[in-house]
């Protein structure tokens, strides 16, 4: 397993951008397929974007369509950081942001919570004026 943290949440105005960090420990995290979820207050944890790992390459991403040409995830595997580059926010993403490693997934489950074993503690983004 490893252990995540997140940061860069904060209050931004509709069409800005914030930046998303995810700082992880552990050994094997080039091994791990990285998502980002968030959760809206009585709504269900939902998925927003997950990116593959890879020896040779940076990785494969993948977006829900909400947020598919609004958002960047990449990966840095020397850091062992993922980011999540949000851009043209829109008051409907405000939510709490978690970062998830999954180890034994497949690029038609990603989406998928359950699948995750670790996840950060959350970092809470607001878009409003």
């Known amino acids: 397993q490893v252990q995540l943290v997140e940061s860069g949440g904060g209050l931004v105005q509709p069409r800005g951008s914030l930046r998303l960090s995810c700082a992880a420990s552990g050994r094997t995290f080039s091994n791990y397929i990285m998502g980002w979820f968030r959760q809206a207050p009585g709504k269900e944890r939902e998925f927003v974007a997950a990116?593959?790992?890879?020896?040779?390459?940076?990785?494969?991403?993948y977006y829900a369509s909400s947020v598919k040409g609004r958002f960047t995830i990449s990966r840095d595997n020397a850091k062992k950081t993922v980011y999540l580059q949000t851009n043209s926010l829109k008051p409907e993403d405000t939510a709490v942001y978690y970062c998830?490693?999954?180890?034994?997934?497949?690029?038609?489950?990603?989406?998928?919570?359950?699948?995750?074993?670790?996840w950060g503690q959350g970092t809470q983004v607001t878009v409003s004026s």
């Open positions: 998830a490693a999954a180890n034994n997934t497949s690029i038609r489950t990603l989406q998928i919570p359950l699948e995750y074993g670790s």
């Open positions: 990116i593959t790992w890879s020896s040779w390459s940076a990785g494969t991403p």
